[in-house]
């Protein structure tokens, strides 16, 4: 009796005789090639933008998490390579689908770069494929979007016996060093179980750990789960931030006192509001899907309230302190010191120091801004570009609002040199690490 196809494809994996694609070379995408490569597999990499694929194909990478010398040693050796031609496929029997899913101006899911990949994978569908979808988006994507794509275009194929098809979410935390695409547990599910028994022995090659779930719905939902876990804490810290105002106490001291407690707690910190193409946005991929269904998920609505008003009650803190100084906002020098959405990033996206930015511009105040790993940006056609001299800004401002805490500021430095400081990050605080001698004066929360 002939192999199964799944057994063929099991004694590929086992024996590096696969070829695997990876579309979508982003920040989950590369190093997700990278550990498939270094893992011993042949992997072709498919993006769009020819400008990524001629960096990759030179051993450059223009993902901060992503060194170039891991890069290079697989190109160099000939275990990746990159293309913008998706005919690429034909000779891959494992595509792994790692393409963005933003939303629409209507706050909608924008699922067409997945619809694109699915179309590509489906012109090149062939028995023996297996097809993993890591794009965070809404229980049933894969299901009710992929599936029926293929099946329409390749009826004679069985999922789960011809090809296999599962959902496995990226779990990338960018800047972070310690957990990587290779140590950090992977959730999957499979549309079939032969679809999962296949999914998890190609990735349990390249990845140490995977667990295995009942579907590919339970799977897209656990990482909604996750990030939406983040974005309501991160609300309700905020929260604890409006509150702390009100009563004139100080938030991170209190979430700072609140975290000793050794069980039971679990530390976010108020900031400037909600960044990253990540948190903001997964929490609507699902309330979005339960309105379809007729249900409101009230948490993710009001933490999604809480967070994106940050940035107008940071504004009304600096005009605050101005006026305590008998200085109106309009016609005051305003520095804001960091924009990308979180520390020790350079990503813009999402960033709230940018709508804190926007209104500030709004009110007539005069902006500049320092980021050392930003060096400049476009904001409605407005060019900035990062002060070369951080402290001569901060003795040219009226006032300075500290929007992203990058490592390497010398915190006690600014606030001593800043006549006003508006610090949505409490970085003097954490600075000095000590609760009891942290004193109310030293900024305006
Ligand atoms: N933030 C706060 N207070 C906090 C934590 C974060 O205001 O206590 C803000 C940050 O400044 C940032 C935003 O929230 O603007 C998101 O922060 P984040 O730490 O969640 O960073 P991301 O979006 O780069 O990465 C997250 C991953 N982070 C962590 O798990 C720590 C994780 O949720 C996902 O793996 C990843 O997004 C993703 O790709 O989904």
Redesign the pocket.
């Known amino acids: 009796m002939s192999k199964s196809i799944q057994t063929a494809l099991t004694e590929q994996i086992a024996s590096r005789n696969l070829r695997i694609a990876v579309l979508g070379l982003g920040y989950v995408g590369l190093p997700l090639a990278v550990a498939f490569a270094e893992a011993g597999f042949r992997v072709i990499g498919v993006d769009v933008d020819e400008k990524k694929v001629r960096l990759i194909n030179r051993g450059i990478s223009y993902v901060e998490d992503m060194s170039n010398d891991r890069l290079a040693s697989q190109v160099t050796v000939g275990t990746l390579e990159a293309t913008s031609k998706f005919d690429a496929l034909d000779t891959c029997d494992a595509v792994s689908i790692c393409v963005p899913t933003p939303l629409r101006k209507t706050g909608a899911p924008d699922v067409s770069y997945i619809l694109d990949a699915t179309d590509a994978v489906t012109k090149h569908l062939h028995p023996g494929m297996l097809i993993v979808l890591e794009s965070?988006t809404y229980p049933g994507t894969t299901t009710e979007v992929i599936l029926p794509r293929f099946q329409q275009e390749r009826g004679d194929l069985k999922v789960g016996k011809d090809f296999f098809l599962c959902f496995s979410p990226?779990?990338?935390?960018?800047?972070r060093q310690d957990w990587t695409t290779k140590n950090t547990p992977k959730v999957m599910g499979g549309v079939t179980a032969s679809c999962l028994q296949v999914g998890q022995i190609l990735y349990e090659s390249a990845i140490d750990s995977v667990v295995p779930v009942s579907s590919t719905e339970v799977a897209e939902l656990t990482k909604l789960v996750?990030?939406t876990f983040?974005a309501v804490n991160?609300g309700l810290?905020n929260e604890v931030l409006l509150i702390c105002h009100k009563l004139g106490i100080n938030a991170w001291e209190v979430i700072e006192a609140a975290a000793t407690k050794p069980f039971g707690f679990m530390k976010?910190?108020?900031?400037p509001g909600?960044?990253?193409h990540?948190?903001p946005i997964?929490p609507q991929y699902l309330s979005w899907k339960l309105r379809t269904m007729g249900y409101t998920a009230r948490f993710i609505e009001l933490a999604t309230e809480i967070n994106t008003d940050m940035p107008k009650y940071w504004v009304h803190r600096v005009q605050d302190v101005l006026n305590e100084e008998g200085k109106a906002l309009r016609g005051s020098n305003i520095l804001i010191i960091g924009v990308a959405?979180?520390k020790n990033v350079g990503d813009l996206r999402e960033s709230?120091a940018l709508d804190i930015l926007k209104l500030l511009k709004s009110k007539g105040a005069q902006i500049n801004y320092h980021d050392p790993y930003v060096s400049t940006f476009t904001l409605d056609e407005m060019e900035m570009v990062s002060v070369s001299d951080l402290y001569d800004a901060i003795d040219l401002a009226d006032c300075v609002l500290i929007a992203t805490d990058h490592d390497g500021y010398k915190w006690s430095d600014i606030y001593a040199r800043a006549e006003l400081v508006v610090d949505t990050r409490a970085t003097l605080h954490k600075e000095q690490k000590k609760i009891t001698e942290y004193s109310q004066d030293h900024a305006n929360l």
């Open positions: 965070t990226e779990r990338v935390d960018p800047g996750e990030n983040r991160i810290a976010f910190l108020p900031g909600l960044g990253g990540c948190i997964d959405y979180k709230p």
